[in-house]
């Protein structure tokens, strides 16, 4: 008789849960374009602290889709398919639609990231 773990659609399952992972992982990491190391170094250079554990992985997962977006642009940038290159700044951790809000009003406050104008 044996294990459930040893069978094959175990091993399946477990490999599918796997594949699932590097994709969600590449979808807002880019698969080590976006480490640790580099969300650290962002949030110190910028200041930046959050509210909760929660709300530090979803503005995580903001920035490694800035991150992502950012290369790609600078690929175009580099192949003279665009007219200028693109970098990190203390918006890399805000979403698109929260960033023409910051433009339009100045000010951002959704009860966890708070910027205002200078």
Not at 30 to 45: A, V
Not at 52 to 74: K, L, T, V
Not at 79 to 85: A, D, K, S
């Amino acid at each position: 008789m044996s294990s459930f773990f040893n069978t094959t659609h175990f091993k399946r399952s477990l490999l599918l849960v796997f594949l699932l992972i590097v994709i969600v992982r590449s979808r807002y990491c880019g698969l080590g374009e976006c480490s640790n190391e580099s969300w650290r170094l962002y949030k110190m250079q910028f200041k930046k602290q959050y509210n909760s554990i929660a709300e530090d992985d979803h503005r995580r997962q903001i920035f490694c889709g800035n991150i992502n977006m950012i290369d790609a642009h600078n690929e175009r940038y580099k192949r003279g398919e665009v007219t200028f290159e693109m970098g990190v700044n203390q918006f890399a951790d805000l979403t698109s639609e929260e960033f023409r809000r910051w433009l339009h009003t100045g000010s951002i406050d959704n009860g966890s990231v708070v910027i205002a104008r200078v």
